[in-house]
């Protein structure tokens, strides 16, 4: 499939489970910024670099699928945080994979740091790269990263 002609990058900045509404979660954990405050950040860095960015959530595995699936002919890449789905879904792994594009998975927690049972990063094998425990900051960077793998000079 040909790629639309444009100008600017087009990135995808898609959220997991739990994650539209993080004033709900332990802000030990997750920081004291919700999603639309971090959001407007990434917003404000796309428009520093000269991006365009979408933004999806979905609490369901199979939505996240979807919305990779109809994404990947409009984007250029994209930045992920399966949330909990990292841990345990081949399915979600296999969609990065198939999304064909960059993806830098995003944690706002440190997984590595947290309870075994999170450790295992399935989907982040998939991804180019992965960002974790640098709570909002890492949304970001991963945007950061993103124009930088896609070759684009940063302003």
Known sequence: MAERERDTLSVLVLNGPNLGRLELRPSAVYGEKSWTEIAAEVSWEAKRLGVTVSFAQADGEGELIGILQ??????????INPGGLSHTSVA???????FSKPV??????NVGAREPFRHPAITGGAASGVI???GALGYRLALVALVDMLGRERP
């Open 132 to 134: 974790s425990g640098l």
């Open 104 to 109: 830098i998975e995003v944690h706002l927690s």
């Open 70 to 79: 109809k994404e990947r002919s409009g984007q250029d890449g994209a930045v």
């Open 92 to 98: 979600l792994r296999d969609a990065i994979e198939a």
